[in-house]
C-alpha cells in the first residue's frame, strides 16, 4: 500500500483532473489501487479538507469533495514564493538568484556572452 | 555608572561597527568570517542598549543588572527617581520587543514553510535526471531550498530546461551548502530586526549585506565541488531568464549588481584574506558577543 502522503497526491490528482464534485466512493473507484480500503480513502479526502485543499458539500448520506483551487493556482503561489514575489520577503526560502530588471539584465546578458567565448 | 556608560559606548560602537560594514567591500574575501562578525554585532548591540538603559535604572542598588533585576523583582522594589524608573520602562521594553518580534519572525517563517511543504507535497515531482531534488512544473526559472529539518531543494521546469547539466550541478551544489549550513537561521534575526526598525536604512542594509555573504559563501562551498564558471553562467542565466512581468518593486533594486559581484568572484576570483586576519576577524567577534552578558553581570 502507499504511504498517506502519497495517496493525497493521487487523490488531488483525481480531484483535478474531474470536473465537478465526486464522492468517496467514486474518488475509491479510479485510484489504481484496488485494494484500498474505502475508510482509507474517506480519512484522506478528510484530512485534504481539513488542510484547506478539499471542500466538501452533502449529497444525501454522502460527502461530495471538491478541489478548493485549481492545480495552477498552486503552482502560481508556489513560484511567487520562489521567486520573492509575495512582497513580504520572507526568510522562508532560499533563493539561487533572482531574474533582474530591463537594463540591469542586459548588462549580465553581456557578460553571459563574454564568459561563454 | 561604569557599566552603564560602557554598554552605551558598546551599542554606539556596534551601530557604527554596522553602519560602516554594510559599505565593506573586505568581507566578500572571507564571507564566512565576516557572517560571524555580523551575527556578533547584533547579537551585542542588542544586548548593550537594553543594558545600559537597564544598568542606569538599575544603578542605586548596586547589583548590576542580571542581579538587579533578579532583586527588584523579588522584592517588588523599584527606583525613586523618574528617569531611572523611564529608563527601566525603555529598557525592558525595548528588550521584549526585539525579542518578541524575533520569535515572531520565527513562527511566521516557520507558518510559511508548512503551507509551502504541503503545497510541494501534493504538487512537485521526482525527476530521474536529478535525484533528490523536487521539481515543480513551471516554465520559469526558480531554484531554492526549503530549509527545515528536512530540508528540500526545489527546482522549475523551466531551470531544468534553462540550464546545461553541468550549471545544473553547480546551482544544485550551491542549494546543498544553504542546507548543510542552515543559512536561513543565520539570516531570520536580520530580517526579524527589519520588522522592528522598518525605517531604518542601516538595517535594511545589514539584512541586505548578510543575505549577499550567505550566497557567497554557499557559492564558495559549491565551487569546490563543481566548475566556478558554471556556477557563473547559471547565474547570470537566470539574471537574464525574466520569466515573470515583475510587479513593481518587488525586486531590489541592487540584484543585478549583486549578480554581476557574484560572478566576478568567481570568474576573478582574488585571494582569500589571510588566515591570521580571518581569526583576527573571528577572536573579534567572540570577544564581542562574550562582552556585552559580562557588563549585564558587572555589578556598577
Known amino acids: 500500500m502507499k504511504g498517506l502522503g502519497e495517496l493525497e497526491r493521487s487523490i488531488m490528482d483525481i480531484l483535478w483532473a474531474e470536473r465537478g464534485p465526486m464522492t468517496a466512493r467514486e474518488v475509491g473507484r479510479l485510484i489504481a489501487d484496488r485494494d484500498l480500503a474505502p475508510t482509507t480513502v474517506m480519512t484522506v479526502l478528510d484530512r485534504l479538507t481539513r488542510k484547506g485543499f478539499l471542500t466538501r458539500v452533502r449529497?444525501?448520506?454522502?460527502?461530495?469533495?471538491?478541489?478548493?483551487?485549481?492545480?495552477?493556482?498552486?503552482?502560481?503561489?508556489?513560484?511567487?514564493?520562489?521567486?520573492?514575489?509575495?512582497?513580504d520577503r520572507s526568510a522562508a526560502l532560499q533563493r539561487f538568484a533572482q531574474a533582474v530588471s530591463g537594463s540591469e539584465a542586459e548588462i549580465l546578458r553581456r557578460a553571459l556572452t563574454e564568459l561563454e567565448e | 555608572m561604569i557599566a552603564a556608560a560602557t554598554?552605551?559606548?558598546?551599542?554606539?560602537?556596534?551601530?557604527?561597527?554596522?553602519w560602516r560594514l554594510t559599505a565593506a567591500r573586505w568581507t566578500w574575501r572571507a564571507p564566512r568570517a565576516a557572517i560571524l562578525l555580523w551575527q556578533s554585532l547584533g547579537v551585542t548591540w542588542g544586548l548593550a542598549s537594553t543594558g545600559a538603559l537597564l544598568a542606569y535604572a538599575l544603578e542605586p542598588f548596586g547589583r548590576g543588572v542580571v542581579h538587579g533585576l533578579a532583586y527588584?523583582?523579588?522584592?517588588?522594589?523599584?527606583?525613586?527617581?523618574?528617569?531611572?524608573?523611564?529608563?527601566?520602562?525603555?529598557?525592558?521594553?525595548?528588550?521584549s520587543v526585539l525579542s518578541m518580534v524575533l520569535v515572531a519572525a520565527g513562527a511566521q517563517t516557520l507558518s510559511a514553510r508548512r503551507r509551502h511543504r504541503l503545497l510541494l507535497a501534493l504538487i512537485a515531482r521526482d525527476e530521474p535526471r536529478v535525484p533528490g531534488v523536487r521539481v515543480v512544473d513551471h516554465p520559469g526559472a526558480a531554484a531554492y531550498c526549503l530549509p527545515g529539518l528536512r530540508s528540500q531543494v526545489v527546482v522549475s521546469a523551466g531551470t531544468l530546461r534553462l540550464l546545461s547539466p553541468d550549471e545544473l550541478t553547480a546551482v544544485l551544489a550551491h542549494e546543498t551548502a544553504h542546507v548543510r549550513e542552515r543559512h536561513d537561521l543565520v539570516l531570520l534575526p536580520f530580517a526579524a530586526l527589519r520588522w522592528v526598525l522598518p525605517w531604518s536604512k542601516t538595517v535594511h542594509d545589514a539584512h541586505a549585506s548578510v543575505a549577499l555573504l550567505i550566497e557567497m559563501a554557499a557559492d564558495d562551498r559549491a565551487r569546490r565541488q563543481c566548475s566556478p564558471k558554471?556556477?557563473?553562467?547559471?547565474?547570470?542565466?537566470f539574471g537574464t531568464a525574466a520569466a515573470f512581468a515583475t510587479p513593481h518593486g518587488a525586486l531590489g533594486a541592487s540584484t543585478g549588481e549583486n549578480v554581476?559581484?557574484?560572478?566576478?568572484?568567481?570568474?576573478?576570483?582574488?585571494?582569500?584574506?589571510?588566515?591570521?586576519?580571518?581569526?583576527?576577524?573571528?577572536?573579534?567577534?567572540?570577544?564581542l558577543t562574550a562582552s556585552a552578558p559580562m557588563l549585564w553581570l558587572l555589578p556598577n
Open chain 2, 260 to 287: 554581476m559581484a557574484r560572478v566576478n568572484r568567481l570568474v576573478k576570483p582574488r585571494a582569500e584574506l589571510p588566515a591570521h586576519v580571518r581569526f583576527a576577524i573571528v577572536a573579534g567577534s567572540v570577544i
Open chain 1, 59 to 87: 449529497d444525501g448520506r454522502a460527502w461530495r469533495y471538491e478541489p478548493a483551487a485549481s492545480r495552477d493556482a498552486y503552482v502560481a503561489e508556489l513560484m511567487l514564493e520562489a521567486l520573492e514575489m509575495t512582497g
Open chain 2, 230 to 237: 558554471r556556477l557563473a553562467t547559471a547565474l547570470l542565466r
Open chain 2, 7 to 18: 554598554l552605551a559606548a558598546l551599542a554606539t560602537v556596534c551601530a557604527l561597527g554596522a
Open chain 2, 72 to 95: 527588584i523583582g523579588l522584592h517588588l522594589r523599584e527606583p525613586h527617581d523618574f528617569l531611572r524608573i523611564g529608563a527601566l520602562m525603555a529598557g525592558l521594553a525595548l528588550f
